[in-house]
């Protein structure tokens, strides 16, 4: 991390040193936030206190790293003076795909870090009282934001509410399908979708945003060039390409578990609704949900089913009174209001592959699923029954192929697998992909 | 004066003929034996000189020497003991040296004279009958062994007086009665798991009367307790036994390796279940240079891999060409051999490595490690099992009822069975071995199941490999259902036995 970088003079220098003093300490924070009710609490310290709690025997050495870091970036201030927020000179033209990696980074004194977090109060650094008296409101945000794909497309994103899809990484059929299909109906409906750098519901989503021709919204936790989990690395290149991430952590530094955690105060300042698909009690978007609740923005969930430990998070945050989502009907709902939505995009499932013209009649018509299925022609009988005995727990194979009337049933199996309507569970059972009532 | 013996030592698994001349001329006494003799062969030295003296011949007090033709081909083994100490009695004069030019001779001796068993009769006594020998002289253990090849004559002999006797002209030893006659008598399977011991997963059971039928490779992936194993040691009493030509091929491969109980023929199926600590020479062969694999042992039979993520990547990966071609080819730096390895192969694996399952309550694999696990078994292995078997816990293990009994599968099994041999009377293919060919021809689906499988194909579900293999299993069960034409739900149900997601429900981190 060069502190002499062109494009990093967007910030100030105070905010640029604390955000890479916070990158040196990542192992530290790592050990001591290992109860992560403590992170928050770190989080709110300023520099000189941060040395002070986490950095041991090395608090002098880091102290001076720390400041040699600032002269540093004081230093490429003076020579090159930008004001913070202003735009550098970009060397592609807008609209064009990125060539390559394009860092910008501006601080909380640039008028887009207000805008971005407007609502929010950034706890000055006038001592941790009252940051951490404040931060049940105020959760301490990052000082200086590493933005990758440029100003232009992040003020765009910003003209509308945004949307946080969150979930687990070990997501099944289910959650990812919906989480696509919320999203994409939610962008086509001109939505900001957001989520996390991560595997299953919040890979899902970034791609059905992009599915639906929209930029996602990443929020990583390590720095923006650090392409881990390494599987995601196709995801990753889109994301350069057509979608705008940022980050806290400055370029090359590796995401921890507390930075993970710690991105999701950032989702949860900028959504005006978090949507939890698919999480256990302690999983990607449970934090998000319940600070998005505490500073007043809505929260929402999927229901899954009652027995699979992928649907506790959700069903908690239900119980806790977390609205219902199970289309992005339903979200447009929760952020414009009942019947407003047709005004705000009039999308919805009818963004979604064979059902144009039928989610704008309403709630009569509209499926409660929210997939990309194509119910093309009508369910047989046959069919019917099949998704019904499914329904009611004969749901494997060897229920199927030994039940009665074998032969009809095999068959409908097949052409129900063939029309995409069901999809494959844990342990061999089917999961059907539309509701029985649509079906019909 | 000179004299000649003849006998076989085995070369992978084929018996090789080897000449033994022993010339016997005045000189200081000595006894060498020449001929690239393996350290068993050399030590035949104090054995047979034992052997000839404690059997009351004269062992000549002169120069002997023993040449092993042909000179280049290593012999290894005690089985040339008996022929040794016979060429050097026709050589002293004991012997007529024309008698013993028209048997071939096979058996270790023992110090006191006795004739003892060794490896490999059943190759030998056919490569004695191709070499037109009169008589095969062995011990009497062997003797039943050998007379099954028909055609030949086989002479028993316990000791080597006896032997002597047999080449003069007179009886040999009375054969113990064999354990069980050589007909195929269908087997007594008193004692045997049986299917009806599985409780519940009809399912699984189901699939593995279809995999047994077909000959389809097949994978059982569930949680631990769910009963793969169990089912897998169950394989073998639905399988039908070997026809007789197969039996004497597999008794063969056995007798060589010394894996035969009895010396008898073997009629079961072998069922070969190593340990996933095995190394590639040990599954393959190659082991001792030229040593046959467990997928050799397992010809005709089973190869169940239990905990198949558990093995070694290598020798993973090194089981394709064996179940592609039903053969594999060993080359070592002094020799290469060809071995026949038409196995069907059974695996079981755990959904995930602490293995709870995919959702399971207390999974506590991270991401890491399932992409891990998965990386293991996916790729061109899982290409080639036709069949996934996922056994999810049972609701009420305890209260499940047997979906069959091992009986009444088996003769499923055989009644499909036959209907697959009609089909290719000169070859006996079973299905899963169908050309692309024989494959258009004969499992062409009706319009329904056509269909289905072009709409699998295009929603990417199969590739075209796939689609073939989908159409041997609907093939397969049409077979079992008696029909003659594959209709579309067969196809349906060979769908979702191949495209059965053996690691759990896909997660698909890797989404992008």
Known sequence: MSPERQDERHACSDCLARSSLIALLSARIEHAASDPSRLLDLLCLDEQQLIAAIGGRKRKELQQRHEANRAAFERAQKAAPILPGVAAPSAHSPGAVAPAFEETTFCRHDPLHRRLFGRLRFSERSGAEEALGSRRHAPLLPAALHLQGGFDRLQRLLETPLVAILGAARASDYGMEMAAALARGLAASGVGVASRFAGGVCAAAHLGVLEAGARPLVVMAGGIDVRKPASLGRLHRRIVDDGVAISELPRGFAPRRWSERASERILAALASLVIVVEADTDDIGMIAADLARTRGARVAALPGRVTSPRARGPHALMREGAALVACPQDALDLLYGVGETDAAGGAGMSETAGETGRASTGNATRGTDGTATDLGSRLTRQQLALLERIGAGEDTLAHISQGPEREASMLALGELRRKGLLAHGDGGRYLPRVSLDRAR | MHSQAHTFTIEGLIARAVGVEVDIRPGLPSFAIVGLAGTAVREARERVQAAILNSGFELPGRRITANLAPGDLPKTGPGLDLAIACAILAASGQLDPDALGRHALLGELALDGRVRPCRGTLAIAQATRRGGFEKLVLCPESAAEASLVSGLTVAAAASLASAVRVMRGGDGDPVPPSPVAPALASCARSGEPDLADVRGQAGAVEALVIAAAGGHN???????????????????????????????????????????????????????????????????????????????????????????????????????????????????????????????????????????????????????????????????????????????????????????????????????????????????????????????????????????????????????????????????????????????????????????RPLGAEIRSDVA
Do not use: W
């Open chain 2, 218 to 500: 097949a994978l059982m992936s569930g949680p631990p307790g769910t009963g793969k194993t169990m089912l897998a040691q169950r394989l073998p009493s639905i399988l039908p036994p070997l026809r007789r030509e197969e039996a004497i091929e597999v008794t063969r491969i056995h007798s060589i390796l010394g894996a035969l109980g009895e010396g008898r023929l073997l009629t079961r199926r072998p069922f070969r279940a190593p340990h996933h600590s095995i190394t590639l020479a040990g599954l393959i062969g190659g082991a001792r240079s030229d040593r046959p694999g467990e997928v050799v042992l397992a010809h005709r039979g089973v190869l169940f891999l239990d905990e198949l993520a558990e093995f070694r990547r290598e020798a993973l990966e090194a089981l394709r060409q064996p179940l592609e071609d039903g053969r594999v080819a060993i080359v070592r730096a002094n020799r290469s051999a060809v071995y026949p390895t038409r196995f069907m192969l059974l695996a079981a694996t755990n959904p995930c490595p602490c293995g709870q399952g995919g959702d399971g309550e207390g999974c506590r694999c991270s991401e890491a490690d399932l992409a891990r696990h998965r990386r293991k078994l996916s790729g061109p292995l899982l290409d080639r099992i036709d069949l996934t078997i996922e056994m999810p816990r049972e609701r009420e293990p305890l209260r499940g009822r047997a979906h069959t009994s091992s009986q009444a599968a088996r003769e499923r099994v055989m009644r499909a069975r036959e209907v697959q041999a009609r089909r290719s009377p000169e070859r006996m293919l079973l299905n899963a071995q169908l050309d692309a060919a024989t494959l258009r021809r004969e499992a062409m689906p009706d319009a329904a199941g056509e269909r289905l499988l072009d709409g699998a194909c295009l929603s990417g579900l199969l590739s075209a490999r796939g689609a073939h293999r989908v159409l041997r299993l609907a093939r397969t069960i049409a077979d079992l259902d008696g029909r003659r034409r594959v209709q579309g739900h067969h196809v349906a149900e060979a769908i979702e036995l191949r495209a059965g």
